[in-house]
């Protein structure tokens, strides 16, 4: 029997740039909505507790499984469900985008946000040994 083919978000030693067509000039923490957190919103209280804590699939399954109330017991089976077919990696996450944040990736593939405005976000910009790549712009244009 063939075994799925597992799909990754992962990056290493990298850098996800803001949006060129951002219009964030600092990194702002994502409104909240009334009745359900908005993905940007779960992105960023995971990210801002816990810096360095996740990569980048463990963020993006821990979102789907909070908003789609999964218990741990189910979590292992629904994740390589999840990850069976590609999802869309930070690049394209509405804190890259829309919310003025960069995404690092260490050596580990362990991820933290960084505002556009801070020093940690131009450090990261101009080093050589981390790979950058921008985040997608919200427009086609």
């Known amino acids: 029997m063939a075994t799925e083919k597992i799909h990754t978000t992962n990056y290493f030693d990298t850098f996800i740039e803001v949006?060129?067509?951002t219009k964030a000039t600092c990194?702002?923490?994502p409104p909240s909505k009334a009745d359900k957190q908005t993905v940007a919103e779960m992105q960023y209280a995971l990210?801002?507790?816990d810096p360095y804590k996740f990569t980048s699939d463990?963020?993006?399954f821990r979102v789907f499984a909070d908003r789609n109330g999964l218990t741990k017991p189910e979590y292992k089976k629904a994740r390589e469900q999840f990850f069976s077919k590609g999802?869309?990696?930070l690049r394209s996450s509405?804190?890259?985008k829309t919310y003025g944040f960069g995404i690092h990736a260490d050596s580990n593939g362990k991820i933290a946000v960084v505002g556009m405005e801070t020093k940690a976000y131009t450090r990261f910009?101009?080093?050589p040994k981390i790979k950058k790549v921008k985040a997608?712009?919200?427009s086609r244009s």
């Open 58 to 60: 463990d963020l993006l």
């Open 19 to 21: 949006a060129e067509d």
């Open 94 to 96: 509405p804190l890259t």
């Open 87 to 89: 999802q869309p990696c």
């Open 47 to 49: 990210l801002v507790n």
């Open 125 to 127: 910009q101009k080093d």
């Open 27 to 29: 990194g702002t923490k």
């Open 136 to 138: 997608m712009r919200t």
